[in-house]
């Protein structure tokens, strides 16, 4: 422990003091990062290169973590495979974006309104409507698709948006991130200046709250969005025109083995709008600095 | 002073003049999450909590049965036992090392600039994003003499037959928790980052002034008392996905397991209800996971309250 503490400036947006590693300590350091950033890379890497190779390639087995030979022929292919939908392509699009957008956009203010009350408020029945989220949120998901889809049919949402939209916006899970990231990042005392200089609970959750817990929502923003890219619902949804993406690319994956390289070019562009999201929403994050002042 | 006064007031609250109009913003804050929680997750928690205690099988009307479907878990089931244990040894093993594995990540990648920690975060959140990423280790770990984890045990003669990996006893459990681990830094890796990203940095440096001298002690004594909600947000979503493997194993290996050696009370839940339709059964199941998980969620609060000690 004896060592002398070295100090050296990192990057720019941050200079606070940082410790040296030993040599040793420093290759290690990055050699289980390298690894590990190679090994979690392997699938991403595996669907783009195999959604590249022509039909022989498709063939060889064990599948080939490389190609010799390739070709855009898995994407062109595409457009002549869903002109036999019943509805064009554009209406899926247009619904899966929708549906993404809208209810990661309420799933977000929903959950961090609750989440100020549970974690700023004087209302006393906070605590336990809180537990009862944190205990919502270890329930198993399976046993309630038959109660939920009463409640559907009962609240007669079935095969309409909202059969999408509504149940995702109160999310335990958001809701519970969002509460904590709050405790921690979010003092009392700046609330009560903020009261002391005349503002309202609703102008301090917007102006004041809201920018502060940034790196939270954008977090909850990346989840939601890919929950709701991805969502096919379980016997919800039956017109053709209220389907979304991830639906209609079923279609194209059951065509057997000739068809599984526009199988896999179909997930690759699927996969693209969650990526985007990823680099904006954290690219976000990382940038944030938590500046001094505000903390107590 | 005109300041003192408001200041005293402030202090008052909830007490204070306001407080009847403050309540009300809050509650209407409260108000849309409260709504829609109840109708669409409260209300179907509770019951199926009530369809525990009936024999239901979605036809006939549900017929009241006491704590049978309790009574039947400990004693007349003979899988329910085994599927427990998988469960527990799975949770128990896979839980802590996600979680340690999601945390250690983030806080290394911290260090970067922000640029360089974006693109590494991506690298490690990446089969997130694939969506079935985990179909890689099927051709990895191919039961027959071409997979690549036969290749190359068979090129190196360390084995003369090929491996039938997930139907060998021996190595099925450890094969199955390597892909859960490598699938792990979802949820609580990001929640971590944006944690850690929350650590201000003048606790750093009025750390290094009280005498902090290396690393290790800046994690223990500031980064993690200071983003210790966080953290049990994490371990809250850890928990729930240790006790909720299933997916995966059904996706590479199917159900039944051999000899049930890798079927989870998840996997069991979903063939008792749907392919013998005994809902009520089912629902008491899934109940008990439920405590189970309830139990270590308690343990792990308990847990974390140790940080920075």
Redesign the interface.
């Known amino acids: ?1 004896g ?1 002398t ?1 070295k100090l050296r400036r ?2 720019k ?7 040296t ?1 030993s040599k040793a300590g420093n290759f290690f ?1 990055f050699f ?2 390298t690894l ?2 190679l ?6 890497f ?2 783009v290169i195999t959604s590249l190779k022509p039909l022989d390639e498709l063939l060889i ?3 080939r973590m490389w190609v010799s030979r390739p070709t855009l022929a898995n994407y062109t292919v595409l457009p002549s495979l869903m002109a036999s939908l019943s509805v064009p392509l554009s209406r899926y699009i247009f619904n899966s974006v929708f549906v993404a957008a809208v209810t990661t956009f309420f799933h977000i203010i ?2 961090a ?2 989440a ?3 974690s700023k ?3 006393k029945c ?1 605590g336990w ?1 809180f537990a ?9 998901a ?3 698709a ?3 889809y009463l ?1 559907f049919s009962f ?1 007669n949402i079935i095969d309409t948006y909202l059969v999408y939209i ?2 995702s ?2 999310s ?2 958001g ?3 969002i509460k ?2 709050m ?3 979010v003092p009392n005392a700046i609330l ?1 200046a903020a ?2 200089d005349g503002a ?3 102008r301090i ?1 917007w102006q004041l709250v809201m920018p502060l817990i940034k ?2 929502w ?2 909850l923003f ?2 939601e969005f ?1 929950a709701m890219w ?1 969502v096919i619902p379980g016997g919800t949804i039956f017109s053709e025109e209220l389907k979304t993406l991830p639906q209609v690319m079923s279609s194209i994956t059951a065509g057997g083995i000739a068809r599984s390289g526009a199988a896999m070019a179909a ?1 690759v562009i ?2 693209i709008p ?2 985007i999201v ?2 904006i929403t ?2 976000n ?8 002042g ?2 107590e | 002073m005109k ?1 003192d006064k ?2 005293a007031r ?2 008052d ?2 007490s204070g003049i306001n ?1 009847l ?3 009300a ?6 108000l ?3 709504v ?2 109840t ?7 509770f ?2 909590i009530v ?1 525990s205690f009936f024999d239901y099988d ?1 036809v006939s009307t549900p017929i009241w049965v006491g704590l049978e479907n309790y009574l039947r878990m400990v004693i007349g089931d003979r899988l329910f036992p085994i599927v427990f244990k998988n469960t527990l040894v799975m949770a128990v093993i896979l839980g802590p090392l996600s979680y340690i594995l999601a945390f250690v ?1 983030a806080w ?2 911290s ?1 970067f ?3 360089v ?2 693109f ?12 079935n ?4 280790w099927s ?1 990895i770990f ?1 039961g027959d003499a ?3 984890a036969n ?1 190359i045990l068979l090129s190196l003669g360390l084995i003369n037959d090929p491996i039938v990996w997930f139907k060998n006893l021996d190595y099925n459990m450890g094969i199955i928790i390597i892909i859960q681990l ?1 699938m792990s ?1 979802g ?1 609580s890796f ?2 971590n ?3 850690i ?9 009025a750390g ?1 002034i009280d005498g902090i ?3 290790w002690q ?1 994690l223990w004594y500031i980064t993690l008392p ?5 953290l ?2 994490g371990a ?2 850890q ?2 996905s240790s006790f ?1 493997i299933g997916a995966v194993i059904t996706a590479l290996v199917g159900y039944p397991t051999l000899n049930n050696s890798l079927d989870t009370i ?1 996997t069991y ?2 063939d008792v ?1 749907t392919q013998r339709y005994e ?1 009520g059964y ?2 008491a199941i ?1 109940v008990v ?2 405590l189970m ?2 139990l270590f ?1 308690v343990l792990v609060g308990n847990l974390l309250n140790l940080l920075g000690k």
């Not at chain 2, 200071?226 to 966080?230: T, V």
């Open positions: 422990m060592k503490v990192v990057h947006t941050a200079q606070y003091r940082r410790y590693r350091f289980f990062l590990f950033g090994f979690s890379v392997v699938p991403l595996y669907s087995t064990p599948p929903v959950s309104m609750a100020f009350v549970f408020s004087s209302l906070r409507l009862l989220v944190q205990l919502a949120l270890l329930y198993n399976y046993t309630l038959i109660p939920r409640i609240t509504l149940p916006i109160p335990a899970m809701c519970f991130l904590q990231y405790d921690g990042s009560e009261r002391i309202g609970t609703t959750f790196p939270a954008l977090t990346l989840f890919q991805t997930t699927m996969m969650p990526i990823f680099w954290q690219s994050v990382m940038e944030t600095m938590s500046s001094s505000i903390k | 300041t408001k200041v402030a202090l609250r909830p407080s109009s403050e309540k913003a809050y509650t209407g804050l409260l849309p999450f409260m829609l929680f109708i669409f997750t409260i209300i179907p928690v019951s199926s369809l979605q990540l290394c990648i260090e600039r922000p640029v920690r974006t590494l975060a991506f690298l490690f959140y990446a089969p997130g994003l694939v969506g990423a985990y179909f890689v051709i191919s071409k997979g690549y290749s490598w830094l949820v990001l929640s980052i944006a944690g990203q929350n650590v201000p940095h003048d606790m750093y440096e290094a001298r290396n690393r800046e200071s983003m210790k909600s966080i049990l947000f809250v979503m928990i729930q909720s998840v839940l979903q209800g809902f089912a629902a899934s996971l439920f998980m309830l969620r």
